[in-house]
């Protein structure tokens, strides 16, 4: 064996130390530190869906919407066609063609005063229009009579309103067309309506006839003023049965002018209810009494409601 100097084994037993005591050190920093103690975490990079088009960054050369689309369909991503034409409904048009204009006072002046005189000659200038309107409807309804429509008219409406008390939108579709049936229906939800027709106070009469197009001159529709003055009750109430208008024992005498169409082309069309003409000079409606909330008193947490309403009750 080699042998050894006393200096040199003095400095190997200093350096013994000192490792002995950077491993002790080392060993006391991970109980010291916790973070030390938790296994590390493993990254592993994943790949994610490659996306077939990217869209383009602020300075690009695809700064308009056509050469973004035009990039787009060379990626092979399908841009939907968005029209910019709303959907129509060919069964019925979307309002009043030349809409009647009822003259003022009607109902309350004499035919035979002078104001009555003036509005018999303004209807017979409206009758040629009207004229040349039912050669048209009966080139494709052969029955239609303006004497016989009236009445026909006035049990169409009749039934339409005793439908929409009952709700049955079924038959309802049947009666007035897919304009009028938003206005009808719109705001009876949680409310239960009482309408009821008692009378006639005059015979009802066609006073307008008109045959409008749409899309083509070959599409038809047939569109009949009708004149009602009656007698009616409605009564209208909350969801928590409450009146909030009219009254089931109220009658009320309500002049009406009311417009049916039909699709003529259609062989199955049918005369249905299209809408109503309010007229300038007809007085406001009466307002619908609404149910409200009326706060109650504030209570101490403390203190019972009989006891609250014994204290504040005046003494005698």
Not at 12 to 31: D, I, N, P, W
Not at 32 to 54: D, E, G
Not at 99 to 121: H, M, T, W
Not at 189 to 207: A, M
């Amino acid at each position: 064996m080699p042998c050894v100097s006393p200096k040199m084994a003095v400095s190997m037993q200093a350096l013994a130390r000192k490792l002995s005591m950077r491993v002790y050190l080392q060993g006391t920093e991970c109980l010291l530190n916790p973070a030390r103690l938790t296994p590390s975490s493993l990254v592993i990079p994943v790949r994610t869906k490659r996306r077939h088009f990217i869209p383009p960054s602020v300075n690009t050369k695809y700064s308009t919407p056509e050469d973004q689309k035009r990039h787009a369909r060379a990626a092979g991503v399908v841009v939907p066609h968005e029209p910019m034409s709303r959907p129509i409904n060919i069964s019925c048009t979307a309002g009043i063609f030349e809409s009647y204009v009822p003259p003022e006072g009607d109902a309350r002046i004499s035919s035979l005063s002078k104001e009555g005189l003036k509005q018999r000659a303004q209807q017979v200038k409206q009758t040629a229009a009207s004229q040349l309107a039912i050669r048209k409807i009966k080139d494709y309804d052969p029955d239609f009579s303006t004497k016989t429509f009236a009445e026909k008219a006035q049990d169409i409406f009749i039934e339409a309103h005793n439908n929409l008390t009952n709700f049955n939108k079924e038959k309802m579709h049947a009666l007035v067309t897919e304009y009028c049936f938003p206005d009808m229906v719109r705001g009876n939800r949680y409310k239960t309506i009482r309408w009821s027709f008692l009378e006639s106070l005059e015979p009802p009469r066609v006073v307008q006839v008109r045959c409008p197009t749409m899309v083509s001159k070959d599409n038809l529709y047939g569109q009949v003023t009708v004149r009602m003055h009656s007698r009616q009750t409605l009564a209208i109430y909350d969801r928590f049965g409450r009146l909030m208008y009219g009254g089931e024992q109220i009658p009320k005498d309500v002049l009406e002018y009311l417009v049916f169409e039909r699709h003529l082309v259609n062989p199955y069309g049918q005369w249905r209810l299209h809408g109503k003409i309010v007229p300038a000079w007809a007085p406001p409606k009466e307002h619908i009494i609404k149910t409200v909330m009326i706060p109650g008193p504030k209570l101490d947490p403390s203190q019972e409601y009989e006891e609250f309403i014994s204290a504040s009750a005046p003494q005698a």
